[in-house]
């Protein structure tokens, strides 16, 4: 059974940081392409950023580049996402996915998908 358990959401202010972790079971995790996005009330799950099996590639959406960091830890089957300068607009439920190949930015070309977690940033 693949699980995926995101954590480290919450309530932030402008500026501040958070940390998500996605925590991997099930599936050999160190073979994986890992992809993050998000969903704001009312809007479409959107692509964040995304990284390789090997970490050696890592993608991430016009929005957050130069403030938000994908990374991963295979001895731990975990991927993370290091939020920085937060803004109100980045408030949304992030998720994390396993990819099944095709355009890393697009929904479709992932498989499994954690629970979620919130993340609210005040202005």
């Known amino acids: 059974q693949v699980q995926l358990v995101e954590s480290g959401g919450g309530l932030v202010q402008a500026g501040g940081s958070l940390r998500l972790s996605c925590v991997v079971s099930g599936r050999t995790f160190r073979i994986l392409d890992m992809g993050w996005f998000c969903q704001a009330p009312g809007k479409e799950r959107e692509f964040v950023a995304a990284?390789?099996?090997?970490?050696?590639?890592?993608y991430y959406a016009e929005s957050v580049k130069g403030r938000f960091t994908v990374s991963r830890d295979n001895a731990k089957n975990t991927v993370y996402l290091q939020m920085n300068s937060l803004k109100p607009e980045d408030t949304a439920v992030y998720y994390c996915?396993?990819?099944?190949?095709?355009?890393?930015?697009?929904?479709?070309?992932?498989?499994?998908w954690g629970q979620g977690t919130q993340v609210t940033v005040s202005s």
């Open positions: 996915a396993i990819a099944s190949g095709g355009r890393y930015y697009s929904p479709l070309s992932y498989e499994y």
């Open positions: 990284i390789s099996w090997n970490g050696g590639s890592s």
